[in-house]
Structure formats: C-alpha cells, structure tokens
C-alpha cells in the first residue's frame, strides 16, 4: 500500500527552525518527484519545494535561501530544512508524490500525506 507520512512539524518562534520528514512506503521515493506543499487557513494551497527524481531542487513560495529539501534514498525519506521562519510561513505541510517532472501544481501529484502542522509565532 503506498503510503505518505510527515512528521516534525510543530510550534515555534520567528526566525526559528524545523526539519520535516516525509517517510515513504509501498514505493520507492528515488523513483517520484516529491513535493512539499503548504495550505494555510482561507488560502490556496501552494507548492513550497520539489525534489526532482534525479535529485535536483527547485523552491516556489517565498523560500529560496530558507529551506532546504533532501532525500535519503537508504531511509525511503525527504526532508525540509526550514530556517528563519516567519509567521506567514504558518500552515499545513503536505508532503505529495508524482511520477514526472516537478511542479508546483498540487493537482498533478499521485500520492498525498496526512500533514503535518507548523505555526510560526511568538
């Protein structure tokens, strides 16, 4: 059964730090682009971040230079690194899986997690 799941989201400060992980099973990551997604209350959801299948990185929201995606292939898991976070960086992350190039249309993703919450405030 494939499945997603995100984990390491949580509470914290302005201009802190958290690492999400999104774990796989079923199917195995290297094979799928991954895409981190955020959807915060009353507004569209948007891609943040994308790993290509060849490992490469690209970033859509307001993030560049402040998160970080990684693959570990031998753990089936991505990361995002998210450093100096801001209180609008606040939502829902989602972490999704296609068998294509990346994008940052979350419609064209095959496989979704549950996500997992991170609020940015003092």
């Known amino acids: 059964q494939v499945q997603l799941v995100e984990s390491g989201g949580g509470l914290v400060q302005p201009g802190g730090s958290l690492r999400l992980s999104c774990a796989a099973s079923?199917?195995?990551?290297?094979?799928?682009?991954i895409g981190w997604f955020r959807q915060a209350p009353g507004k569209e959801r948007e891609g943040v971040s994308c790993i290509s299948i060849s490992g490469g990185s690209t970033y859509y929201a307001d993030v560049k230079g402040r998160f970080t995606i990684s693959r570990d292939s031998a753990k089936n898991t991505v990361y995002l690194q998210m450093n100096s976070l801001k209180p609008e960086d606040t939502a829902v992350y989602y972490c999704?899986?296609?068998?294509?190039?990346?994008?940052?249309?979350?419609?064209?993703?095959?496989?979704w997690g549950q996500g997992t919450q991170v609020t940015v405030s003092s």
């Open positions: 079923g199917f195995i990551l290297d094979y799928y682009a």
């Open positions: 999704a899986a296609r068998t294509s190039i990346c994008g940052s249309n979350w419609y064209r993703y095959n496989y």
